[in-house]
């Protein structure tokens, strides 16, 4: 074989390889979320596991005190019970309101939609959402022996 057409078959795969390389590189853009879509999916898992905290903390309150508390404000002047009341993005409250009796609803401002699941929270499937505003209807459960203030 003379020396051109082995610079051709060089040529070949070179350009052949950068292709594979190339579409592999596209692909994978393609498949993976943009930081700005990964950063908007983080906020909404913290904005669920926030939520789940929270109605932790009212199933707390509901055991030590018999009845849910009128707000998130009353809420959180009992110790050690929840941490964020806020939404990690914007700084504003959560939605919590008393349904009836045993009812309240958490509701927060999601930007994305959850999909099918999730990470270790317990019953995933109940936080999933769309984007916007959404709100979980919940119930308040004993949490059973609840270390006293």
């Known amino acids: 074989m003379s ?37 908007l999916r983080r906020l909404d898992e913290r904005r669920v596991d926030d939520l789940h905290q929270l109605a932790y903390g009212v199933d707390i309150y509901w055991t030590r005190e018999g009845h849910l508390p009128a707000s998130l404000a009353e809420l959180s002047e009992e110790e ?50 769309g984007p916007g505003r959404q709100c979980f209807q919940l119930t308040p459960m004993d949490v059973g022996r609840v270390i006293d203030r």
Not at 17 to 35: E, M, R, T, Y
Not at 115 to 126: H, K, N
């Open 80 to 129: 050690r019970i929840v941490r964020d009341l806020a939404d990690p993005a914007t700084g504003q409250p959560y939605e919590y309101r008393v349904l009836g009796d045993k009812t309240f609803e958490l509701c927060a401002v999601f930007t994305r939609d959850s999909g099918t699941g999730g990470r270790d929270i317990p019953d995933r499937s109940f936080w999933l959402h």
């Open 3 to 39: 020396k051109s057409g082995k610079n051709i078959i060089s040529r070949t795969a070179i350009v052949g390889v950068a292709v594979v390389v190339l579409a592999a590189v596209i692909g994978g853009i393609i498949l993976l979320d943009s930081p700005a879509q990964e950063r």
